[in-house]
């Protein structure tokens, strides 16, 4: 059985990697900008995957890291003229720092506690970056243009939000077959009993977070170039957070391609909606999502790893497992 | 057949995915049609003000085509415009107007609601060289790149106290100082900091330039300062709350000054509801009113549009909805006067746009933005009127005393 669902991932995996080289070069700029941007948010929710779904800390502020790297990017290449290349992993960095940095007191909550405490370290950073002077304040910062046709502009921010999801899914993937991957899950199984098995709990959590904070904040600096110009309340939106939890969960949290499917087909899902329903679109989509956790709690990756047969009985039994 | 099911999920998911691609494509091309394309805010926290461009959109639409359209050298083209719902989000928004251009081919873009939303749209523009002609974004920044493809509609915020500082600086005797009060808000805030310019320029001295700090009902200090300094006019950039709260306890202080003028608030129904008698003589500053009257090319005037506009919307149009006529009007002479839908040419012809619109006057800065067209507004028995530039009533100045009132 595992075996069947271990070669059912690498078909997957294999047509997600030849598709996604090959898209740019078969499609139009705005197809292209599309999956760039769907490619974001891949890495958002695989991001959020390792501190939410590794970890089983629900992060409800992680968009803080985005916005923080995005911020990092503008500020350094507009006010202080360094070249992308030292900004963009600058601002993995700084975002990693300020997971290390917020994560030693507020990963001591848990539960509700924590994700409430997130949710208000986003707020508050959105609120600083309103009032700084040197991010412009809520007017928004412009960042400088980039030298390329438009054509090889788009392929190079595809490649490399596809660099630094592949980056992503490599690490975690490499992480989770050392003791930081089985810390976690035993951190995220039983806290106390991981502990007293000698897991030191709070580095293995801040670890945990700092990736999750430096990959995010490896999307905001190419979000913020790409964009060309940046603003508090789009880059600290909390709307942003609950999509790439939305995006994990659809996909299947904990599992390492799950958010990546999930936010490929969110996207897809509902640029389809928005192009048919101009106003409906909400009603439809937020229809779906219900649909999708009533019937499918584990995500679409329960599905495509084949370790249960899909029908009708599949999705009774979800139902009689997952009841409240 | 084990190995053929493993391949057939995978080739599933593939299927679905290119499926949708295929159905993200939509293109109907009509000839002798002028295509335009916008991404507005139809859902999210923007939704209520996008309605406002929709709405207004489309009626200059319908109003263009029934008049026969626009002429491009002898051939009339009817204009269309291709809505798209940007989720009040700056990403998306770019997202689609990528679209717009590459998949709809639309000739032109009309912009989207909000500065932080414009911005990134802009960019998409100048990317492609096609023209942006938007009217709701009023933030400096729009304009601060020079970005040649990009045309706003409404006046920066900066330059709001400029017909109010013009008016004043033509009174005789000549007015030598003025005090300026701003809230703490980014928008009070520019539009003190751009007065206090143009005052300066204006040779009137700037003897107070304070801000209130947020939710403060009490002027008291403020006020004392102003009957110490005694300012020909007190200018204050903040909401109607505060600015009842001023006038109220400027007159139990008897702090008279010749003018004291708002941003917001003396339009407002309410302001005169809750002054009374005390609201007499207050100036204040608008884009736009539907009261103004003003030749149009759409519309034959601003009274005809508002009325067209109430007929079939029911509710009254407001300066965003003014500025949404101006951005079609603005194509509209602008390529009859290119005699091509190049979008070159459109955007040089833009750039050299000197119309009369229901919104009034219609003439770009060089960076793009509209020549400042706010106008003087005052209360006088209990109404108000337009007093500056030319009105229906003339300025009432100084305004007098409140011991002198009756």
New interface residues.
């Given amino acids: 059985m595992a075996q069947?669902g271990d070669?059912?991932k690498k078909?997957?995996l294999?047509?997600l990697i030849i598709?996604g080289i090959a898209i740019p070069f078969f499609t139009?700029?705005?197809?292209i900008?599309?999956f760039t941007?769907a490619l974001m948010f891949a890495i958002l929710a695989s991001a959020w995957n390792i501190i939410g779904g590794y970890t089983g800390y629900a992060s409800f502020g992680n968009v803080v890291f985005l916005g923080i790297g995005a911020y990092v990017s503008a500020v350094l290449m507009e006010k202080g003229g360094v070249p992308f290349w030292i900004a963009f992993p600058a601002s993995g960095l700084g975002s990693a720092v300020f997971a290390v940095l917020i994560g030693l007191p507020v990963l001591r909550l848990k539960g509700h506690y924590f994700a409430i405490a997130t949710l208000g370290v986003a707020e508050a950073m959105k609120a600083l970056v309103d009032n700084l002077d040197i991010t412009e304040?809520?007017?928004?910062i412009?960042l400088p243009?980039m030298n390329l046709s438009?054509k090889a502009?788009y392929i190079f921010f595809y490649f490399m939000m596809l660099g630094v999801l592949a980056l992503t899914l490599i690490v975690t993937y490499v992480m989770l077959k050392k003791k930081l991957g089985y810390g976690l899950i035993a951190i995220r199984e039983d806290e106390e009993a991981a502990g007293s098995l000698g897991v030191n709990t709070t580095l293995f959590k801040v670890t945990s977070f700092a990736l999750s904070g430096f990959f995010s904040g490896l999307a905001g600096s190419l979000?913020a170039y790409q964009?060309?110009?940046i603003?508090p309340?789009?880059v600290f939106?909390v709307?942003v957070t609950v999509k790439m939890i939305v995006m994990a969960v659809f996909g299947g949290i904990g599992s390492l391609l799950g958010p990546l499917?999930g936010a490929?087909s969110i996207e897809?899902?509902s640029?389809?909606l928005?192009?048919y329903f101009?106003?409906a679109?909400?009603l439809f989509f937020g229809a779906i999502v219900i649909l999708a956790i009533v019937f499918t709690p584990k995500g679409i990756m329960d599905i495509?790893s084949?370790r249960k047969k899909f029908g009708l009985n599949y999705l009774l039994q979800n139902i009689r497992d997952h009841r409240v | 057949m084990k190995a053929w099911s493993k391949w057939s999920k995978g080739l599933l998911v593939l299927g679905i995915v290119f499926g949708l691609l295929v159905g993200m494509n939509t293109g109907a091309y009509a000839k002798n049609v002028i295509k335009f394309g916008c991404a507005m805010s139809f859902t999210g926290k923007k939704s209520r003000t996008g309605k406002l461009y929709i709405d207004s959109l489309k009626l200059a639409m319908d109003a263009i085509n029934k008049s026969g359209g626009i002429k491009v050298g002898n051939k009339s083209y009817n204009v269309e415009i291709k809505f798209y719902d940007d989720k009040s989000n700056p990403s998306e928004s770019a997202k689609l107007i990528e679209k717009l251009i590459v998949e709809d081919k639309v000739n032109f873009l009309l912009g989207p609601y909000s500065s932080g939303i414009t911005i990134p749209d802009s960019i998409v523009a100048q990317r492609y060289k096609i023209p942006m002609v938007e009217g709701g974004g009023a933030s400096g920044k729009i304009f601060a790149r020079h970005n040649p493809y990009i045309f706003g509609t409404l006046p920066a915020a900066g330059q709001y106290f400029r017909t109010t500082l013009q008016m004043l600086a033509g009174f005789t005797p000549k007015p030598k100082s003025i005090a300026l009060i701003y809230g703490d808000d980014k928008f009070d805030i520019s539009v003190a900091k751009g007065a206090k310019k143009i005052a300066e320029k204006l040779g009137l001295k700037v003897v107070l330039f304070e801000k209130i700090s947020e939710g403060s009902a009490d002027f008291n200090t403020i006020l004392t300062k102003v009957k110490s300094l005694a300012p020909d006019a007190l200018l204050m950039a903040g909401h109607t709350e505060g600015g009842i709260n001023l006038v109220q306890q400027a007159k139990e202080l008897n702090v008279n000054v010749k003018m004291i003028s708002m941003t917001v608030g003396p339009s407002e129904a309410d302001f005169r509801k809750s002054l009374g008698k005390d609201a007499e003589y207050i100036f204040g500053v608008a884009s736009w009113s539907p009261q103004m009257n003003f030749k149009g090319i759409i519309f034959k005037n601003t009274k005809e549009f508002v009325k067209i506009f109430k007929a079939k919307y029911n509710y009254d149009p407001d300066y965003h909805n003014a500025s949404a006529v101006a951005e079609l009007a603005v194509y509209k002479s602008a390529i009859e006067r290119a005699g091509s839908l190049d979008p070159k040419k459109v955007r040089d012809a833009i750039a050299k746009t000197k119309i009369e619109t229901i919104y009034g006057p219609v003439e770009f800065n060089p960076n793009g933005q509209i020549k400042g067209s706010s106008v003087v507004l005052q209360i006088q028995g209990g109404q108000v009127y337009q007093v500056y530039p030319k009105g229906t009533k003339k300025p009432i100045y100084p305004m007098p005393k409140w011991k002198e009132r009756k």
């Fill in positions: 069947r070669t059912s078909v997957i294999g047509i598709a139009g700029n705005f197809i900008r599309f941007n304040g809520n007017s928004g412009y243009v438009v502009q979000y964009q060309g110009f603003k309340e789009s939106d709307g499917l490929l897809i899902i640029e389809v928005t192009n101009l106003v679109h909400t495509v084949g």
